[in-house]
Antibody, heavy 119, light 107 residues
Framework: EVQLVESGGGLVKPGGSLRLSCSAS????????MNWVRQAPGKGLEWVST????????SYAASVRGRFTIYRGYAENSLYLQMNNLRAEDTAIYYC????????????WGQGTLVTVSS | DIQMTQSPSTLSASVGDRVTITCRAS??????LAWYHQKPGKAPTLLIY???TLESGVPSRFSGSGSGTEFTLTITSLQPDDFATYYC?????????FGQGTKLEIK
């Protein structure tokens, strides 16, 4: 069974940093592109970032480009999101999601981790 | 970036009804469109990809159609479990985008 478990969320002050983790199991992690998607409280879904199988290509939403970095750890089957210079508008549940065959759509999701940016 | 617009934003219906949700893209995305639903407090679940291909395990009362810039999700014979929020998502470009969502409520 595919499992994605996010961690690392919490309360951080504006301008601060946080690193999110997503532990993957039940599938060959190194064979799938991976993504972060977020959802602000009471709002819709927003794609944040994608990393390819070999990590040679990374893409970001304009709202986070230059502040967030996606990377993956193959030995530990984990996906990460380093978030710097956080803003109030980054407050959201962050989901880790698996890309189906590099197709661009998301066939498995984690349960999410909440990031709150507030002073 | 490609913008995705869903309509309506809210839809009231009854068990057994047939409903349709529309998603429009700001430019052609061929058939690179997926549909998800999400229940409160839960992660989204994939329903349809490539505009009309039903994900494994999804009931056949769900169907998708369209190409280019206009797409529809149809649910025939609504079941109690179907009341949720529905999102479309384009993957024509590497900058993926979601529609703003359609909340399907019980009338």
């Amino acid at each position: 069974e595919v499992q994605l478990v996010e961690s690392g969320g919490g309360l951080v002050k504006p301008g601060g940093s946080l690193r999110l983790s997503c532990s993957a199991s039940g599938f060959s992690f190194r064979s799938y592109d991976m993504n972060w998607v977020r959802q602000a409280p009471g709002k819709g879904l927003e794609w944040v970032s994608t990393i390819t199988v070999s990590s040679n290509s990374k893409s970001y939403a304009a709202s986070v480009r230059g502040r967030f970095t996606i990377y993956r750890g193959y030995a530990e089957n984990s996906l990460y999101l380093q978030m710097n210079n956080l803003r109030a508008e980054d407050t959201a549940i962050y989901y880790c999601a698996r890309d189906r065959d590099s197709g661009g759509y998301f066939d498995s999701w984690g349960q999410g981790t909440l990031v709150t940016v507030s002073s | 970036d490609i913008q995705m617009t869903q309509s309506p934003s809210t839809l009231s219906a009854s068990v057994g009804d047939r409903v349709t949700i529309t998603c429009r893209a700001s430019q052609s995305i061929s058939n690179w469109l997926a549909w998800y639903h999400q229940k409160p407090g839960k992660a989204p679940t994939l329903l349809i990809y490539e505009a009309s291909t039903l994900e494994s395990g999804v009931p056949s009362r769900f169907s998708g159609s369209g190409s280019g810039t206009e797409f529809t999700l149809t649910i025939t014979s609504l079941q109690p479990d179907d009341f949720a929020t529905y999102y479309c998502q384009q993957y024509n470009s590497y900058s993926r985008t979601f529609g703003q969502g359609t909340k399907l409520e019980i009338k």
